[in-house]
Nanobody, 121 residues
Framework: QVQLVESGGGLVQPGGSLRLSCAASGNIFGIYDMGWYRQAPGKQRELVAS???????NYADSVKGRFTISRDNAKKSVYLQMNSLKSEESAVYYC???????????????WGQGTQVTVSS
């Protein structure tokens, strides 16, 4: 069974940094896009950043210049380095990936369980 497991959330002061990690496990044939979404209370889930299998990156305008997404294809992992965090960026951060499970012909969307990021003094 394919799973995404996140780590690295927590409490940080405004202006601080956090690094989120997400690893895929299970019987996987291939992984296409990977990325991060976030959802704050009362708000819709929004894309933070994504990265293709070839390394093409896409960021939400609000995080450009502060967040960096990266991936390690050998480790089936994606990372999000978040710098200069703002209080309004407190949210649950979700990892996602388009994965083709072994024995399947199509790629499906998979989500992690979410990790809480709280930016507060």
């Amino acid at each position: 069974q394919v799973q995404l497991v996140e780590s690295g959330g927590g409490l940080v002061q405004p202006g601080g940094s956090l690094r989120l990690s997400c690893a895929a496990s299970g019987n996987i044939f291939g992984i296409y896009d990977m990325g991060w979404y976030r959802q704050a209370p009362g708000k819709q889930r929004e894309l933070v950043a994504s990265i293709s299998v070839g390394g093409t990156k896409n960021y939400a305008d609000s995080v450009k210049g502060r967040f960096t997404i990266s991936r390690d294809n050998a480790k089936k992992s994606v990372y999000l380095q978040m710098n200069s965090l703002k209080s309004e960026e407190s949210a649950v951060y979700y990892c996602y990936a388009k994965i083709r499970p072994a024995g399947n012909l199509i790629y499906k969307d998979y989500w992690g369980q979410g990790t809480q990021v709280t930016v507060s003094s």
